[in-house]
């Protein structure tokens, strides 16, 4: 399942975000792909959403997947290690 995130990924959409992918998850999707390349922000708690999501997929045997990170988000994944945890893609603009 895809899901596109717009905007920011901070204190006020963390929440949503995880709860889109449990959704999915209690649907029956064996994964989960999230979109950011609309996200032009995020604080700390986006980022605590997206382990949550990671570890929810993994608690279930299921995948999560983070496509097409921003430049500024894929550098924060760097500083901060998560470029090691996060199953990342780069897909080219259509």
Do not use: C, E, W
């Not at 999707?29 to 604080?43: E, K, M, Q, W």
């Amino acid at each position: 399942m895809l899901l596109t995130a717009i905007g920011a990924l901070d204190y006020y959409s963390a929440n949503g975000l995880v709860a889109a992918v449990q959704r999915a998850f209690d649907a029956g999707a064996p994964g989960v792909t999230a979109d950011l390349a609309g996200i032009g922000f995020s604080d700390s708690s986006g980022l605590a959403a997206l382990i949550r999501a990671h570890k929810s997929a993994l608690n279930g045997g299921r995948r999560f997947t983070v496509r097409n990170p921003d430049r500024n988000l894929s550098r924060i994944f760097a500083l901060t290690g998560l470029h090691t945890v996060l199953d990342i893609t780069h897909l080219p603009p259509p």
